[in-house]
């Protein structure tokens, strides 16, 4: 195989993502289309790794390496490479709030760790890069779960056996499966959506989630649309999380009555979403979920998106 060739500057994607999956609690997510973080990164004479630009954090993010998931992600694999004298100067663009419930943090985390990766002439496989990308994300949340970051890595379904062992596996895509994704414009901590969970959970709820865990993974690999609509429930953290999200049970009834296979909080929340067959039951759906918002004066935003196989990619 020939070395990759040297680039001078590489711009990279990392799609948005929907963790949880309603019954896949730190265990389960899929990767969207849209929206998603943007990393460019190129060769500076100038010895480490310097942060020069961030555009879309509304100027909350500070420009050091250590402030934010994509300079973490992307110092942790230079350390483990023993380049952190390596010149490279690295631009963040936003594309997603934060606190949305999308896995901003996740994607810039891997944007970051790929695009240098890239840069340096791709020592690394992607999957290889998982363990950094997890490094930058748990610099935002302090909580260590591949849900976010190894879809928007790898792309897909991706199930997580072990977040410590990073046990992973990437599941079949069901041809007609599509997700309806809407943001309400609150913020939601993720620590704080984390905090508010019980430690304990009786054992019905985890015999219940277990068996929905186990019938939307089945219902994703033999394409069982009824088996996936049967097992998208949440008993353990929808219950507590949804009163952080206005007129949850409203948007989820919207949903449900206008054909979704089932509906729950994305990640932390505050966005939501709903598993669909076919583009225009998504696009409905979210019609009527963005309606119960925009009737109470909450401004959103839709993301209707067949799920994304690419995961993290090169722009330009
Ligand atoms: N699995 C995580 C949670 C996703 O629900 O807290 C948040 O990014």
Redesign the pocket.
Known sequence: MSPAPILKEVKVFAPATV??VACG???L?FAIDSPGDEVVVRHSDKPGLRITKITGDDGKLPKTVEGNTAGVAALDLLRHLGMMDRGIEMEIHKKMPFGS?L?S??ASAVAGAYAVNKLIGEPLSKKQLLPFAMTG?ASA?G?Y?A??VGPSLLGGIVFIRSNQELDIAQLPVPENLWAAVVHPDIEIL?KV??EI?PKHIPIENATQQIGNLGGLICGIIQEDYGMISRSIHDVI?EPH?QKLIPEFYKAKRAALSNGALGFS?S???PSVFALCEGEEVAKNVANAVSKVFTDIKLENQMHVSKINQKGVHVIS
Do not use: F, K, M, P
Request: proline share 0%; no cysteine; aromatic share 4%.
């Open positions: 963790a949880n609690y730190d265990v997510g419930g896995g943090s996740a994300e949340d909580a779960h849900d976010n993720t959506a984390r969970l953290a999380r909080i990640g932390a929340g």
